[in-house]
């Protein structure tokens, strides 16, 4: 996947980064942004620990677990796993210019509970504890998915259903 982001600086200035420039705070901005930005902070901080849950649990058991990635980049950008990363999904073409699309107020909020969520549980390891008790998945289309029949349902927020595999 080639993925780009255009974000604005602290000067208020345009950087472009590229798939080895992003950052694992910025990526988890774009996963926030991509998938919750409308949704409240609690969802939104949902969001972004299922992704670090997903991590952790494929670093603590990577025979079992490995298959989610072992990075964040993959974890996050693995196919069919967050519906903002697929090509054809419209919030794909938003994360490639944020700021096209939304207020810098929006998305500057999606970047910094992205960075504070970063740094309170990474790495991983560190926090390895708590984020194996935190939702692996979630959905919001109230289809039933076929994946969370295999998964432990731990509550809903908004319109979202989070569950934790293992």
């Not at 990474?122 to 289309?141: G, N, Q, R």
């Not at 039933?144 to 432990?152: D, M």
Request: charged fraction near 25%; include cysteine.
């Amino acid at each position: 996947m080639d993925l780009k982001l255009r974000y604005k600086t602290n000067t208020g200035e345009f950087t472009m980064f590229d798939n080895n420039s992003i950052t694992n705070r910025q990526l988890l901005g774009m996963l926030i942004f991509g998938e919750a930005r409308g949704s409240s902070d609690i969802f939104k901080f949902n969001v972004a620990v299922s992704a670090l849950a997903r991590l952790a649990k494929a670093e603590a058991h990577p025979s079992v677990f490995g298959y989610f990635g072992t990075t964040l980049k993959e974890v996050i950008t693995k196919k069919y796993q967050y519906s903002c990363f697929l090509e054809n999904d419209p919030n794909m073409v938003k994360l490639q210019d944020l700021y096209k699309y939304e207020s810098d107020e929006i998305v500057n909020k999606c970047f910094a509970l992205a960075s504070s969520i970063y740094d309170m549980f990474c790495p991983v390891s560190k926090a390895s504890d708590i984020l194996m008790f935190m939702p692996t998945h979630y959905e919001t289309m109230n289809k039933n998915p076929k994946w969370a029949e295999k998964l432990t349902y731990l509550y809903k927020i908004e319109n979202g259903e989070f569950y934790r595999e293992g």
